[in-house]
T-cell receptor, first 114, second 111 residues
Framework: DAGITQSPRHKVTETGTPVTLRCHQT?????MYWYRQDPGHGLRLIHY???????DKGEVSDGYSVSRSKTEDFLLTLESATSSQTSVYFC?????????????FGPGTRLTVL | DQQVKQNSPSLSVQEGRISILNCDYT??????FLWYKKYPAEGPTFLIS?????DKNEDGRFTVFLNKSAKHLSLHIVPSQPGDSAVYFC??????????FGDGTTLTVKP
C-alpha cells in the first residue's frame, strides 16, 4: 500500500470555524490532490499540487485553500466552514499526471459542519 | 455538464456470473481511462486502465473495453466474486493530466 495518511480521520465542527486537514505521504510523489466525495457523487477535485509551493485549482475550489511547504505534506484549509462543506475528503498522490498514471488514495476524512 | 457518466447507480449479479459496468464520456480529448474500486470507509484503489489508442485491456478477471466512436467504456469482471462487491468509479484523464470521475456504480455480488 502507498504510504498516505490523512488526519484527522473524523471531525465535527461548527459553521464559521476554520478547519485544516492534513495529508502526509512517504512515497516522495510529486503530485498531490484533494477531492471531496458526496453521497451519489463521484470524486470532485478541489485543488492539486505539482510540487512544493506549486498548486492549482480544481473544479470545486471555492471556499478552500491549500498549501504545500514540503514534498510530503499537503494541507487543505476551510477558512470559514459551511454546512455545504460537510463531506468526505480524500487525498491522493501520483508520480506524474500523464500517461494514465494511477492515483493512490488516502483513507479519507469525514468532516461534519453543524 | 457532466463529462463522465455512470448511468447505473447499482448492479447486482450472482457469484460466478459476469459483471458489466458501464461508463460514458463526452470529451473526445480524454487520453486515458481508469477504473477504481472503493470499499466502505476506505479510499479508492486502482483497478485497471486503458489508453485511448487501445480498445481492450485485460488483467486477470478484469477486462476494460473502449469504444471511442460511441464514447463508451465498460468493465467486465469474470467470474464475479462476493469480494468484488464495492463501488466502482470510472475516471477519464485529459491530456493536461486532470482526472474527471463518474458518480460510481455499486456492485453487489450475491453468493
Amino acid at each position: 500500500d502507498a504510504g498516505i495518511t490523512q488526519s484527522p480521520r473524523h471531525k465535527v465542527t461548527e459553521t464559521g470555524t476554520p478547519v485544516t486537514l492534513r495529508c502526509h505521504q512517504t512515497e516522495n510523489h510529486r503530485y498531490m490532490y484533494w477531492y471531496r466525495q458526496d453521497p451519489g457523487h463521484g470524486l470532485r477535485l478541489i485543488h492539486y499540487s505539482y510540487g512544493v509551493k506549486d498548486t492549482d485549482k480544481g473544479e470545486v475550489s471555492d471556499g478552500y485553500s491549500v498549501s504545500r511547504s514540503k514534498t510530503e505534506d499537503f494541507l487543505l484549509t476551510l477558512e470559514s466552514a459551511t454546512s455545504s462543506q460537510t463531506s468526505v475528503y480524500f487525498c491522493a498522490i501520483s508520480e506524474s499526471n500523464v500517461g494514465g498514471d494511477e492515483q493512490f488514495f488516502g483513507p479519507g476524512t469525514r468532516l461534519t459542519v453543524l | 455538464d457532466q463529462q463522465v457518466k455512470q448511468n447505473s447507480p447499482s448492479l447486482s449479479v450472482q457469484e460466478g456470473r459476469i459483471s458489466i459496468l458501464n461508463c460514458d464520456y463526452t470529451n473526445s480529448m480524454f487520453d486515458y481511462f481508469l477504473w477504481y474500486k472503493k470499499y466502505p470507509a476506505e479510499g479508492p484503489t486502482f483497478l485497471i486502465s486503458i489508453s485511448s489508442i487501445k480498445d481492450k485491456n485485460e488483467d486477470g478477471r478484469f477486462t476494460v473495453f473502449l469504444n471511442k466512436s460511441a464514447k463508451h467504456l465498460s468493465l467486465h469482471i469474470v467470474p464475479s466474486q462476493p469480494g468484488d462487491s464495492a463501488v466502482y468509479f470510472c475516471a477519464a484523464i485529459s491530456n493536461a493530466g486532470k482526472s474527471t470521475f463518474g458518480d460510481g456504480t455499486t456492485l453487489t455480488v450475491k453468493p
